[in-house]
């Protein structure tokens, strides 16, 4: 194999390596979303929240932008993180400004 037969065959298997690696990560954030609710929201409403963006008080949960959500008005998370489910007409642009869902992490509540 001379030196531009093995330059080609790298960089067919980087190709490749790219390929499997974007399919997978895209299909992750498929699965990620599969199980919100449709009445939560549809593709661009929802997004994970870092625990340290929950302060969880007495009440319920306060949100990054200081809306209150009580406990006992949460549903479960199925991948054990935080996500909040709010009406949007563009990515980033709020049409509602209370949350529709929160989900919480098993024993978050």
């Known amino acids: 194999m001379d030196k531009d037969q093995a330059r080609d065959a790298l960089c067919q298997i980087i190709v490749l390596l790219f390929v499997v690696a974007t399919a997978l990560l895209l ?32 009440e319920g949960y306060i949100l990054p932008n200081g809306e209150l959500v009580r406990h006992g008005s949460t549903r ?12 949007l007409i563009e990515p980033r642009q709020i049409i509602r400004k209370d949350p529709v869902c929160l989900f919480v992490p098993e024993g978050g509540a």
């Open 27 to 58: 299909s992750g954030i498929a699965k990620a979303h599969s199980w919100y609710p449709h009445e939560c929201c549809s593709s661009t409403d929802c997004e994970p929240l870092a625990e340290d963006q929950i302060k969880i008080t007495s």
């Open 76 to 87: 479960p998370s199925q991948d054990g993180q935080y996500h909040w489910c709010r009406y």
